[in-house]
């Protein structure tokens, strides 16, 4: 009964390779995210969609495309992996417009780059 | 421009002392949402606390309490009787009512020792 689940938790790669990183909630919210943590533990948002539509969409490279198939699921691709890429991605959950709305986080995705 | 500072990178304590981590922000909007989160040597973000501007009033959860003061643009954050699952990295971010993002500071590392 996890609520914002993510997978695979880790992603060993080589540079140049495309992989994608899933996410699902099952809490009802209507809006996902998309964080990255850096080595440095920084914590930014990339995307945010809400009842699929693109509402958020920071300085990220093209070479990252979220996608929306429902409300309940957000999966980003990364194609042409760099070095760079390397960190742990977070995705997150909320039903905004409620007086108390939090975004809710999943347990993280490790992915490193060789 | 808004921005989330938490100048204490790592703070070190012997259990059962009490500490406090600061969190200053800013922001022009007069609607804004701030929060706590904890992040465990596990890596998971476990959402802590919530404020809203209009709600100064300071909080109380077990050991753990929250200072809101707007005059100085502050947030802080206390832990009494500090015990050694407290050893995290804190989080202290803001939202505007305008945007869905949350904007981070760069977190405070928190060790304590047996």
């Known amino acids: 009964d996890t609520a914002v689940s993510q997978t695979p938790k880790y992603l060993v790669t080589q540079m140049g390779n495309d992989k994608s990183i899933k996410c699902e909630q099952n809490?009802?919210?209507?809006?996902m995210y998309w964080y990255k943590q850096d080595s440095k533990k920084f914590l930014k948002i990339m995307f945010s969609?809400?009842?699929?539509?693109?509402?958020i969409n920071e300085t990220v490279p093209n070479r990252f495309s979220p996608k929306s198939p429902d409300k309940a699921h957000l999966n980003l691709h990364i194609n042409s992996l760099e070095l760079g890429d390397s960190a742990v991605y977070f995705c997150a959950s909320s039903r905004p417009g409620l007086s108390q709305e939090t975004q809710y986080f999943g347990p993280g995705t490790r992915l490193l780059v060789l | 421009a808004q921005k989330v500072t938490q100048a204490q990178t790592e703070i070190s304590v012997v259990e059962k002392e009490d500490v406090t981590l600061d969190c200053v922000y800013e922001t022009r909007d007069t609607t804004y949402y701030l929060f706590w989160y904890k992040q465990p040597p596990s890596g998971e973000l476990v959402f802590l606390i919530r404020r809203n501007s209009f709600d100064e009033q300071n909080e109380i959860s077990g050991r753990y309490s929250w200072n809101f003061q707007k005059s100085t643009s502050s947030f802080n954050f206390t832990i009494t009787a500090s015990q050694v699952v407290d050893s995290a990295v804190y989080f202290c971010a803001l939202r505007m009512d305008s945007s869905y993002k949350l904007i981070f500071g760069s977190g405070t590392r928190l060790l304590v020792r047996p």
């Open positions: 809490l009802g919210h209507d809006t």
């Open positions: 969609y809400n009842n699929k539509e693109l509402i």
